[in-house]
């Protein structure tokens, strides 16, 4: 257990229903990340946050998908109109600004039908 | 072509054996770092390097910063080190997460047989 937490761990949702996932990271943890990762691939990079600040957005972030950090702890990312493709699962993790290493929780795997 | 390239990308082996899994990337990098990931998902650091060589029990990673190349070694190989072993790099030159964003190979696959 790394610290980092996420729920759900599974999701299957029919295509075009909304989807929310949550991730809970190290209470002292500065920085918030998200990945995907499909199937026989490493995770890429979706967006990531400094406190509730989302900093960044991967061009593979449609607008189909928001996220959110509102108090600068928990981070929830919401895919609207769910479609096939978007089966994967997605990865949070935190990390301390000034040290080295990123938390990673269990993830969250989606199937979506 | 992935900017972090990862050989093999499936291995077996039999228990006690010497392991090595290879990583190469094109651009300048300011760390690289090892990630272990269990089926289920989760995963979990081993090593974070800039220059030399690191140990931790049975895992040794090197990396050779001219060359732009990195080897995961894992001794006397267990049944338990059966996972996906990941490459992942920190550059101003990758996009994506900032000053420590990561950007990843597509693992290698391990399976150490009894």
């Known amino acids: 257990d790394t610290g980092v937490s996420q729920d759900p761990r599974h999701k299957i949702t029919k295509r075009g229903q909304n989807v929310t996932f949550r991730c809970d990271p190290i209470?002292?943890?500065?920085?918030l990340y998200w990945y995907r990762q499909t199937l026989g691939q490493g995770p890429e990079f979706l967006t990531y946050?400094?406190?509730?600040?989302?900093?960044?957005k991967s061009r593979l972030l449609s607008d189909r998908f928001s996220a959110e950090r509102p108090k600068g702890s928990f981070s929830t990312l919401e895919i609207q109109r769910t479609e096939q493709g978007d089966s994967a699962m997605y990865l949070c993790?935190?990390?301390?600004?000034?040290?080295?290493?990123?938390?990673f929780g269990p993830g969250t795997r989606l199937t979506v039908l | 072509k992935n900017e972090v390239e990862q050989s093999p990308q499936n291995l077996t082996a039999q228990e006690g054996e010497f392991i090595t899994i290879n990583c190469s990337y094109s651009?300048?990098?300011?760390?690289l770092h090892w990630l272990q990931q269990h089926p289920g998902g989760g995963i979990v650091s081993l090593f974070m390097l800039s220059s030399g060589k690191k140990k931790h029990g049975r895992l040794i990673a090197t990396i050779n910063i001219q060359e732009k190349h990195s080897s995961l070694h894992i001794t006397a190989s267990h049944p338990r080190d059966s996972a996906v072993y990941i490459c992942?790099?920190?550059?101003?030159?990758?996009?994506?997460?900032?000053?420590?964003?990561?950007?990843f190979g597509k693992g290698t696959h391990l399976i150490i047989q009894p």
């Open positions: 651009v300048g990098i300011s760390a």
């Open positions: 993790a935190s990390l301390l600004i000034g040290t080295d290493t990123q938390y």
């Open positions: 992942a790099v920190t550059s101003p030159l990758y996009s994506g997460g900032g000053a420590d964003g990561l950007t």
């Open positions: 946050f400094q406190n509730e600040a989302q900093l960044e």
């Open positions: 209470s002292e943890h500065n920085r």
